[in-house]
């Protein structure tokens, strides 16, 4: 398909309309493993680096697995949520909308019919040793982090985006790994493999998504240097 064929008016829409959805996740309705596994198919397209395709997905479906996920999620998420609302200031009604619905997952998360947990066979301490190994002699901490993650959400956000355009609705969490050890022991992942996150999926209810409020493009990019404006034309 060439470029000029491209319908990018559906392209744009899937892009600006994918939210975190746990609220509107629909927690009675089966999830056929054919659909989840086209949507990883599509991420399984997306660039990483040197072409390594270390990244690895764990689909978890048994509902005895989900609750005990649930609980691990659970003993970090509700301790955390409780701090943030602290700090939430009053009126600010989108923070509070997030807080809400994000206590909901957590409170629910067992009962949504597909764990999706994104691995990458990369250890962040091994590819610091490998910087090391190379010369640099800088702190590597975020270098080999970057390194480590930075080619595993791509894949993450494009099955995501798949996931968009077929009815489903997802959230990328990451508080479970707080207890990334329990999560490994639970589910038999190797040592040598690092988790990267936990992605429930469902099909969603209610309407269409729309454009998120989000600041303006001119308070959060700059042109040649911090600060200066970005020039149009």
Not at 74 to 100: C, H, N, Y
Not at 211 to 231: C, D, I, M, Q
Request: glycine share 6%; hydrophobic share 40%; charged share 25%.
């Amino acid at each position: 398909m060439r470029v000029d064929e491209i319908d990018r008016n559906s392209v744009d829409h899937v892009l600006t309309t994918t939210r975190a959805v746990r609220q509107r996740l629909d927690l009675e309705r089966y999830v056929p493993l054919d659909v989840v596994r086209e949507c990883l198919e599509i991420g399984l397209q997306a660039p990483n680096g040197f072409n390594m395709q270390n990244w690895r997905w764990l689909i978890v479906t048994d509902p005895e697995k989900r609750k005990a996920l649930a609980e691990i999620v659970r003993k970090i998420e509700l301790p955390f949520l409780e701090a943030m609302e602290s700090q939430i200031e009053e009126g600010d009604e989108q923070t509070w909308r997030v807080a809400k619905s994000s206590r909901f997952l957590a409170e629910n998360i067992e009962h949504v019919p597909v764990h999706v947990i994104p691995c990458t066979t990369s250890k962040v301490d091994d590819d610091r040793k490998l910087f090391k190994q190379l010369g640099y002699d800088t702190d590597l901490v975020n270098m080999a982090a970057s390194s480590v993650y930075g080619e595993l959400w791509p894949a993450a956000w494009s099955f995501m985006l798949a996931l968009r355009s077929r009815g489903l609705g997802s959230s990328l969490t990451m508080i479970h790994l707080g207890a990334e050890p329990e999560a490994a022991e639970l589910l038999s992942i190797p040592e040598d493999v690092s988790q990267g996150g936990l992605i429930p999926v469902a099909w969603f209810k209610g309407d269409d998504f729309k454009p998120a409020n989000r600041r303006p493009l001119k308070e959060v990019t700059f042109y040649e240097s911090w600060g200066n404006t970005v020039p149009r034309g």
